[in-house]
Nanobody, 123 residues
Framework: QVQLVESGGGLVQAGGSLRLSCAAS????????MGWFRQAPGKEREFVSA????????YYADSVKGRFTISRDNAKNTVYLQMNSLKPEDTAVYYC????????????????WGQGTQVTVSS
């Protein structure tokens, strides 16, 4: 069984930064790709970013490209999402997820999910 625990969310003004963390336990973390998704009120969950098992390959939604950076530290079983130049439209609950194989933009392909962390960006 895998447990994913997100942290680092909060309230920030537009233009500010936050770094989300997702700590994994229960499996060999380095064997799995990881992703970040978000869900705003009244909207469907959407892909934000993903990273391959050892980290050389990263993927981003167009809406966050150039502002967000995903990374991972396999020694710490943790994946990060550095979010800069935040906008009010980035307000959402952010979830990390574990993928058995390769990074994907499809949330249904992810096997395990964290409980989410709220990010609120004020204008």
């Amino acid at each position: 069984q895998v447990q994913l625990v997100e942290s680092g969310g909060g309230l920030v003004q537009a233009g500010g930064s936050l770094r989300l963390s997702c700590a994994a336990s229960g499996r060999t973390f380095s064997s799995y790709a990881m992703g970040w998704f978000r869900q705003a009120p009244g909207k469907e969950r959407e892909f934000v970013s993903a990273i391959s098992r050892s980290g050389p390959n990263t993927y981003y939604a167009d809406s966050v490209k150039g502002r967000f950076t995903i990374s991972r530290d396999n020694a710490k079983n943790t994946v990060y999402l550095q979010m800069n130049s935040l906008k009010p439209e980035d307000t959402a609950v952010y979830y990390c997820a574990l993928h058995r194989n390769i990074p994907s933009i499809i949330n249904g392909e992810y096997e395990y999910w964290g409980q989410g962390t709220q990010v609120t960006v004020s204008s």
